[in-house]
Structure formats: C-alpha cells, structure tokens
C-alpha cells in the first residue's frame, strides 16, 4: 500500500484540480454505519421498505420509527474523523476544489469543508411536507411520531429518498466539477447508488484520473479507477498527508 500513496500524494500535488465524490465509508469512522457492507443497515432493513418515498408517504410514522429515528440519535453524535478532516485541509492547501458528498450527515462542513455538494440533500434539517418550515433535526422532538410542523405538517428529513429526484443544481454542479478536474478521489462508496455512480465515469471520460479509497474494489475499480487503495477512509488520508508534507 505504502507506494499507492506515494502516488496519490505525487497525483494529488501535481493536480491543477481536485474534486472528492464520498460515500458513507467515510463516515464509518464516526460511527454511522453504512447501508451497504460489513454491518451495514440494509443487514437489518429493506432498503425499499424504509427509505422509499412511497413508504414514506404511505406510512410515514412506521418509517420515522425504523430508520429516522436511529439516524437522527447516531447523527446527533457523531464528529468528524481523520477523512473529514484531511478532506478539509486539502482544500485549505488549494488542492481539492469540491466536495461531491453522497452523505446526508454534514460532517465534511463540520470538518471546515467550504465546497460541499449534497448530492442526496442532509439530515441536518426536516422539512413540513404541507408548508416547507424547516427545522434543525437536533431541535425536533420526537414525543411524537412522526414529528409534526407548528402548521401541524408530518415533518420528513431535507434528504432526497429513494423514487426522488436528485436536486437539479447539485446534479448540475457536479457534472460540472466532474468534467473539469483533473484528479478525482472516489471515497468510501459501493458506486451501486444512481446517479451518483456516474460522477466518476463523467470525470474518467474527460480525461481525469480516479482515485479510489476504499477496503474493498467496487463496479469502478477494474475498468475506471486508475488504481484502489485498499483501505479505511480516514488512516488512508491521513499517510497520504503526511507523504505530501515529507514531499513539500
Ligand atoms: P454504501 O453503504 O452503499 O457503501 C459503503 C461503501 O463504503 C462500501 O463500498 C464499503 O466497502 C465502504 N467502506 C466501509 N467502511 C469504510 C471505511 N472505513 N473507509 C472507506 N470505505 C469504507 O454507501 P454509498 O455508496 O454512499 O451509497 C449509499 C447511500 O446511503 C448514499 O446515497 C447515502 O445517501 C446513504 N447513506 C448515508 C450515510 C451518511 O450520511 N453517513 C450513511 C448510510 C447511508
């Protein structure tokens, strides 16, 4: 492993343009788990059961007590980790532009990040599906489920769920940063998730390369990863900035 990173920190010093896509991997050092994986949630859950609009909007309270309500006590807890942080100090140095976060857990902001993109939006705050009030999910209580809207509106999180569309301007954005890098770092996803998956391949077919941080190889890794660093998210950045430090 030690010569993948010797290449990263020797891709990423010598990039003009550096753009992340990150999945839930990254956040499995804080604590969140991931859906897909080793002790993933969908070990417990069906995805289409619980994080489908349709279910949602079916039966809402049945969903806010299997899924949102876990999410918000793990997600009330959780900081940033070492992925986080030296995501936030790549930007900081001018290296990496912007982040591409599948993440709904605002932790990349947390960490000091500036450019972040949400592509599946943040559990960070609810919305009153009747008048679009929106509310910090750490300020909602939850005597009552599903949590109601002072307009008395079933409160859901400002994510996008399964069957919803993708909000245009961080589909937009991210296309954009995906053709213009020169250097994508491809994060703790599985790339199974749509259209996310894509962002990697748009960046690969405008000539960037993709570097992939990940314990294990995804559908990207043969045919549009450069290369994969076998790895935990935050240890793997944390050698590839310290390589970078030795090399400046
Ligand atoms: P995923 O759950 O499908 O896949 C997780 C990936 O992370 C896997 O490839 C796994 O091998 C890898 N991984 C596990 N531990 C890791 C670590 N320590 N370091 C690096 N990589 C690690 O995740 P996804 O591709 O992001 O897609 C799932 C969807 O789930 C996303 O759209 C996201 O919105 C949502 N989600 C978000 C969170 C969060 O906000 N933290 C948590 C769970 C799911």
Not at 143 to 149: F, L, S, T
Request: proline share 6%; aromatic share 4%.
């Amino acid at each position: 492993m030690a010569d993948l990173i010797k290449r990263a920190a020797e891709d990423l010093s010598a990039a003009k343009m550096v753009t992340a896509l990150t999945g839930a991997g990254v956040s499995v050092e804080s604590g969140i788990p991931p859906f897909r994986g080793k002790g993933g949630l969908w070990e417990k859950y069906d995805p289409m059961e619980v994080a489908h609009i349709d279910s949602f909007m079916q039966n809402p309270e049945k969903v806010w007590n299997l899924l949102f309500k876990d999410m918000k006590a793990v997600l009330d807890k959780a900081a940033p980790n070492d992925c986080h942080k030296g995501l936030a100090k790549l930007e900081k140095l001018g290296i990496l532009k912007t982040i591409i976060t599948q993440n709904v857990d605002g932790l990349h902001q947390k960490a000091g990040s500036g450019d972040v993109i949400e592509f599946h939006g943040n559990m960070a705050w609810q919305r009153c599906m009747d008048c679009n009030k929106r509310y910090a999910t750490s300020s909602i209580n939850l005597n009552q489920i599903p949590p109601r809207c002072s307009c008395d509106g079933i409160l859901r999180p400002d994510a996008v769920l399964f069957g919803e569309m993708i909000p245009p301007d961080a589909l937009w954005r991210s296309r954009k940063v995906a053709t213009d890098c020169d250097v994508m770092l491809v994060i703790g996803t599985s790339a199974i998730v749509q259209p996310a998956a894509l962002i990697p391949i748009i960046a690969k077919e405008s000539g960037a390369k993709v570097i992939e941080i990940n314990p294990e190889p995804t559908p990207l890794t043969d045919d549009i990863s450069d290369y994969l660093i076998r790895g935990i998210a935050g240890d793997v950045m944390r050698r590839i900035l310290s390589q970078m430090e030795k090399m400046l």
